[in-house]
C-alpha cells in the first residue's frame, strides 16, 4: 500500500497486488519485473488483468521485489 498498490487480504503464501494506475498497469509491471528476473504471475485468465499475483520469497528476494517495484512505479 505504501506503493499506492492495492492488495487483495491473503492467507498464503502469495499476494495479489491491483495496479490501479492504467499508466503503470499490471502488464507493464510484469514485463518491468521480468527484465529483472523476477517473476509473478498474471491473474488475467481470472479475469482481473489489472492484477498480479507474486510470490513471497526470502528476505532478501522480497527486498529485490520491492526494489524493482519502486524503481517501476518512480519511473
Avoid: C, W
Avoid at 25 to 42: D, G, K
Avoid at 50 to 65: C, D, K, M, Y
Amino acid at each position: 500500500t505504501g506503493l499506492g498498490l492495492e492488495p487483495l487480504p491473503s492467507v498464503g503464501n502469495f499476494v495479489t497486488v491491483r495496479f490501479p494506475n492504467p499508466k503503470k498497469s499490471a502488464n507493464m509491471a510484469q514485463e518491468f519485473l521480468h527484465s529483472r528476473h523476477i517473476i509473478p504471475r498474471t491473474t488475467a485468465d481470472y479475469g482481473m488483468p489489472e492484477f498480479l499475483r507474486i510470490t513471497i520469497g526470502l528476505e532478501e528476494e522480497n527486498q529485490a521485489l520491492l526494489s524493482a517495484m519502486e524503481e517501476f512505479l518512480n519511473s
